[in-house]
């Protein structure tokens, strides 16, 4: 059985409350029941962390225990070099999810630097982009 690890970054585990406008109304952990259900024969793992340390540790332990991940790294992926760093040490492929459109956002956000290290990224799709993350790492 596949196995793929979904991390989101900081203030992802607010998803319903924050800004509904861009992120929309439904929690992650509501959202991750109906993501598991579409993907039955996959084992579809979730963590979140605020810390950026914590982050660059779950994919480094992923990398010996998962086929690949699918991570919104939120706003790190503005400014961490350590998680695109890390992304490129580990031997599993990372798709890179953002829930809005970061190129249409502010000049601030529009650059990513750990998209530079994943072999896809996903944005502007809502939530729908972590299933075509699943997708993609499982080539369907």
Not at 37 to 62: C, M, R, V
Request: charged share 25%.
């Amino acid at each position: 059985m596949k196995k793929i690890l979904i991390i989101n970054g900081p203030n992802l585990n607010l998803l319903g409350q924050r800004e509904p406008e861009i992120y929309g109304n439904i929690s992650f952990e509501s959202f991750f029941k109906d993501l598991t259900a579409e993907f039955p024969e996959i084992q579809l793992d979730y963590y979140q962390s605020n810390h950026e340390g914590y982050l660059i540790d779950k994919l480094q332990e992923a990398d010996s225990q998962y086929d690949g991940v699918v991570m919104n790294p939120g706003a790190y992926a503005h400014t961490s070099i350590a998680i695109a760093d890390c992304i490129r040490a580990i031997d599993i492929p990372v798709v890179e999810v953002h829930i809005s459109d970061i190129n249409q956002r502010e000049p601030y956000r529009r650059h990513s630097y750990t998209a530079e290290a994943c072999v896809k990224c996903i944005t502007g799709k809502g939530l729908e982009g972590y299933a075509l993350g699943v997708r993609e790492l499982l080539g369907i």
